[in-house]
């Protein structure tokens, strides 16, 4: 069984920062891609960013420039640092991991609650 627990969401006005953390817990043998998606009201749930075991990253070009994703691999932690917040940032950002099984060494994926982030003036 693994867990992602995520935090960090909260109220942040325009042009402010909030960072997000999810770390996963629980029995597996590695973990590989970890990333950030993000669903608002009424709209598909999309892909903010990611970033491999080995640090390659990858974003979504609405949020270039402003978010920068990272991990700690020995935490088992990824990090989503989001500057320059705008109101079309709000959403409930969720975690997600792909995993290695202790015991069976087959791979699978596991997602966080979710958190919400709101921006508002």
């Known amino acids: 069984q693994v867990q992602l627990v995520e935090s960090g969401g909260g109220l942040v006005q325009p042009g402010g920062s909030l960072r997000l953390s999810c770390a996963a817990s629980?029995?597996?043998?590695?973990?590989?891609?970890m990333g950030w998606y993000r669903q608002a009201p009424g709209k598909q749930r999309e892909l903010v960013a990611d970033?491999?075991?080995?640090?390659?990253?990858n974003y979504a070009d609405s949020v270039k420039g402003r978010f920068t994703i990272s991990r700690d691999n020995a935490k088992n932690t990824v990090y989503l640092q989001m500057n320059s917040l705008k109101p079309e940032d709000m959403a409930v950002y969720s975690c997600?991991?792909?995993?290695?099984?202790?015991?069976?060494?087959?791979?699978?994926?596991?997602w966080g609650q979710g958190t919400q982030v709101t921006v508002s003036s």
């Open positions: 997600n991991a792909v995993f290695q099984r202790a015991w069976s060494m087959t791979w699978a994926t596991v």
């Open positions: 629980g029995s597996f043998f590695s973990i590989g891609a």
């Open positions: 970033i491999t075991s080995g640090g390659n990253t």
